[in-house]
């Protein structure tokens, strides 16, 4: 049987071909493309898909708006990016961007292991989670394993309130990325699923959530702006334990839950 290709790696063929055509502020071809992925210029679209969901994740200017058909002057049917109206902005986006200081964010892929291949691995074996960070090498793939990973963990929900709609749900560092030491950074241990408006709460600390997985809300003073609304949504959540992983290894750590309760980081 075939080996399914891995488009990832595919991704990382072209990743300099197109950074290089950004810098200098040309349009690139399928037909160019398509010898770098090892593929057709039918099939460089899927090549490009995971640098293009790379670059909305990491609110890049979009790559791939660069590659377009030599006869339209567009690219082809299956881009999502952007409205086609909008094109000629993206591009300008592109070729105003300083691409130098981006990492190859598939750089760590090979042709055997995806970032899917490598979030299962650690959905099995969550201690590996150092092994792997460092076999990734850059930031973008190895924040798309931990996504991967937090939402095979959660089964796809938000740990506070449930909600199951992949696009909205995000995976939540306890510990910041910056203050994580490497074995934390794409640990499950170190992660929560949230939606992106618990997120935000958590992150600014309106939601907490102590070492007993219970949800502890900020109190609001009444002198402050927020509307009861707000003062409700938020309060009725205090006491509440979340949502935990049914694979017990892949909950929270708790140390790093209280680390993060008190705000005890290293600077
Ligand atoms: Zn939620």
Request: glycine residues 6%; proline residues 5%; charged residues 25%.
């Amino acid at each position: 049987m075939a080996r399914r290709k891995n488009w990832e790696f595919a991704a990382k063929s072209v990743w300099g071909p197109l950074t290089e055509a950004a810098k200098s502020q040309q349009v690139i071809h399928y037909e160019k493309l398509a010898p770098h992925m090892g593929t057709t210029s039918r099939n460089v679209g899927l090549g490009l898909e995971p640098i293009t969901r790379f670059c909305i994740d990491m609110e890049l200017p979009h790559l791939t708006s660069i590659v377009v058909n030599k006869n339209t002057g567009k690219p082809g049917k299956g881009f999502y990016g952007f409205s086609l109206g909008s094109i000629s902005e993206a591009q300008k986006r592109v070729f105003e961007f300083d691409w130098g200081n981006e990492i190859n964010p598939f750089a760590g892929i090979s042709q055997t292991e995806s970032t899917d291949t490598l979030a299962k691995s650690l959905y099995v074996n969550p201690e590996k989670s150092q092994e792997v960070y460092y076999r990734l090498k850059a930031r973008g793939s190895a924040q798309l394993v931990f996504r991967k990973l937090i939402l095979k963990a959660y089964k796809n929900k938000c740990a506070i309130c449930g909600l199951d709609i992949v696009e909205a749900l995000e995976a939540a560092h306890i510990v910041p990325w910056p203050e994580s030491t490497p074995q934390e950074r794409i640990s499950a241990n170190n992660g929560i699923l949230l939606c992106a408006n618990h997120h935000r709460l958590f992150d600014s600390d309106h939601v907490k959530i102590n070492s007993r997985y219970e949800i502890v809300c900020k109190k609001i003073s009444t002198t402050s702006n927020y509307l009861s609304f707000d003062q409700a949504s938020i309060s009725k959540l205090s006491g509440q334990v979340i949502q935990l992983p049914a694979r017990k290894n892949l909950w929270p750590d708790p140390i790093l839950l209280d680390r993060r309760f008190h705000k005890n980081l290293k600077q």
